[in-house]
């Protein structure tokens, strides 16, 4: 059974960081890419971050570049994003979810709103609160 589970989420004040965890189990973790995606009341998902087992690469959206970090471990078949300089706009439920066989990350696109849909797996998300 596949599962990606997300971990790590909770409340900040801004300026601080948080480390989201997704654990992946049950499909070929190196043949995939694993994305970020966080969704806001009221808005669209949207995609964060992107990295992919297969060549390596990673892509982030403009307004997160600087500020997360997308890493894996791969004895542990996880991949964290580290993100840091939170702000109250960062608030939403991240997800992680699955692309399998998927193109380098700078032509999957992060930030286009399509790509949610192309995804293969989902996790549940877990919720991140930023104050003010």
């Known amino acids: 059974e596949v599962q990606l589970v997300e971990s790590g989420g909770g409340l900040v004040q801004a300026g601080g960081s948080l480390r989201l965890s997704c654990a992946a189990s049950g499909f070929i973790f190196d043949s995939y890419a694993i994305l970020w995606f966080r969704q806001a009341p009221g808005k669209e998902r949207e995609g964060v971050s992107c990295i992919s087992k297969v060549d390596g690469s990673t892509d982030y959206r403009d307004s997160v570049k600087g500020r997360f970090t997308i890493s894996s471990d791969n004895a542990k078949n996880t991949v964290y994003l580290q993100m840091t300089n939170l702000k109250p706009e960062d608030t939403a439920v991240y997800y992680c979810?699955?692309?399998?066989?998927?193109?380098?990350?700078?032509?999957?696109?992060?930030?286009?709103?399509?790509?949610?849909?192309?995804?293969?797996?989902w996790g549940k998300g877990t919720l991140v609160t930023v104050s003010s």
């Open positions: 979810a699955g692309l399998d066989h998927p193109p380098p990350c700078t032509i999957v696109d992060v930030s286009s709103p399509r790509t949610p849909r192309a995804m293969d797996y």
